[in-house]
């Protein structure tokens, strides 16, 4: 009885730590006055008007969606191939590759953003948006590769044998057999290569010019000169995305766990 008490002060410990900042943002959001504050001193919903309704805060959304979805299909395509090759096949330098896929996870992302802005500014050939594309693709690169690589490693790899067996050329087993079988992990490295792009501050606070700005550099910008809960507000619509987008591939994929 005693260990179970433990265990349960230990998980609300745990969630408080994870929810309490969200769920004091999603309150002070709710706050009527031009100051943000908690406890909120009553309730109107303003603010979410406001920001709905700002032009720098449209603008640079259609970016950071344009942006993130770009970035989570360049990173299935390069990543996909890559999980499976790394999982099939052995060959001289495998080991290698894998860190070099991987290397992005375990470096800083302030390194990660300079190092990409002097190789920009060096080349100068792409556009401010198109090196935002590249940046946000390298970041978010190793999330697909483990995700489809998880689920990879969980396939047999009889289930392609016995489809060549049968007469199918290996690129047709792989697009009717081995493809539907890790859709959950594709659409995990999906989803999660999607959030991270959509909410990256450091490679787009090193690569955002004039005019092209993603939404948190934009939101990091305005919280510099306001504080007001609008911000909060527009934290509270964000989480809510997050939530239905996770919410929405589960129901319609019919899963109840994404790995």
């Given at each position: 009885m005693a260990q179970n008490k433990l265990l349960m002060v230990a998980l609300f410990v745990a969630l408080s730590i994870m929810l309490g900042p969200f769920l004091i943002i999603f309150f002070a959001s709710f706050e009527p006055s031009s100051t943000l504050r908690f406890p909120p001193t009553g309730f109107t919903l303003n603010w979410f008007r406001k920001v709905m309704s700002m032009s720098m805060f449209q603008k640079s959304l259609v970016l950071s969606l344009r942006i993130a979805l770009l970035a989570s299909l360049l990173s299935?395509?390069?990543?996909?191939?890559?999980?499976?090759?790394?999982?099939?096949?052995?060959?001289?330098?495998?080991?290698?590759?894998?860190?070099?896929?991987?290397?992005?996870?375990?470096?800083?992302?302030?390194?990660?953003?300079?190092?990409l802005l002097r190789f920009f500014v060096l080349v100068r050939v792409f556009s401010v948006e198109t090196t935002l594309l590249i940046g946000h693709t390298a970041i978010v690169l190793p999330y697909a590769v483990r995700s489809v690589l998880s689920s990879l490693v969980n396939l047999p790899i009889n289930v392609e044998e016995a489809a060549q067996s049968l007469g199918a050329h290996p690129?047709?087993?792989?697009?009717?057999?081995?493809?539907?079988?890790?859709?959950?992990?594709?659409?995990?490295?999906?989803?999660?290569?999607?959030?991270?792009?959509?909410?990256?501050?450091?490679?787009?606070?090193?690569?955002?010019?004039?005019?092209?700005?993603?939404?948190?550099?934009?939101?990091?910008?305005?919280?510099?000169?306001?504080?007001?809960?609008?911000?909060?507000?527009?934290?509270?619509?964000?989480?809510?995305l997050t939530l239905a987008i996770v919410l929405v591939a589960q129901k319609l994929l019919g899963i109840s766990k994404l790995v």
């Open positions: 299935l395509l390069f990543g996909v191939p890559a999980a499976y090759a790394i999982s099939r096949y052995t060959f001289k330098g495998k080991r290698l590759i894998e860190v070099i896929v991987t290397s992005p996870l375990i470096i800083p992302g302030m390194v990660a953003g300079l190092a690129l047709r087993s792989f697009f009717l057999v081995v493809l539907p079988n890790i859709k959950v992990g594709m659409i995990s490295a999906f989803i999660m290569t999607f959030i991270t792009s959509f909410n990256n501050v450091p490679i787009s606070l090193f690569l955002s010019g004039p005019g092209v700005n993603t939404l948190p550099i934009v939101m990091m910008t305005y919280m510099e000169y306001y504080y007001n809960p609008s911000i909060a507000a527009l934290s509270t619509l964000l989480i809510g």
